[in-house]
């Protein structure tokens, strides 16, 4: 059963910046998508950033240019630093997986239904 586990949640005013991370466990062989996603509140929980296979990650337009979405394999970790934080980023930020072992990546991985694992949630909250 894969588990994930996110980190590095907090507050900080806007412009700053913070790191959440997600350490994924449980994985045999190779792996899908793995994703970050936000839900605000009185919102419905979006796509942040999803990474393929092939390490290329791809980002919602909302966070293009601030965030950046990496992974470290030989801990099963994965990082997203976010930069310039604003006000509209507080939310709290979900790691997910999918079941397959193969990402294409793209801006079609960013919907919630391709996902089947995912983490409690870390909290960011952004103010002025």
């Known amino acids: 059963q894969v588990q994930l586990v996110e980190s590095g949640g907090g507050s900080v005013q806007a412009g700053g910046s913070l790191r959440l991370s997600c350490a994924a466990s449980?994985?045999?062989?190779?792996?899908?998508?793995m994703a970050w996603f936000r839900q605000a509140p009185g919102k419905e929980r979006e796509g942040v950033a999803v990474?393929?296979?092939?390490?290329?990650?791809t980002y919602a337009d909302s966070v293009k240019g601030r965030f950046t979405f990496s992974r470290d394999s030989a801990k099963s970790t994965l990082y997203l630093q976010m930069n310039n934080l604003k006000l509209g980023d507080t939310a709290m930020y979900y790691c997910?997986?999918?079941?397959?072992?193969?990402?294409?990546?793209?801006?079609?991985?960013?919907?919630?239904?391709?996902?089947?694992?995912w983490g409690q949630g870390t909290q960011v909250t952004v103010s002025s």
């Open positions: 997910a997986a999918d079941r397959y072992t193969y990402c294409p990546g793209g801006s079609a991985r960013l919907e919630m239904k391709w996902y089947n694992y």
């Open positions: 449980g994985y045999t062989g190779s792996r899908g998508c």
């Open positions: 990474i393929a296979t092939s390490g290329m990650p």
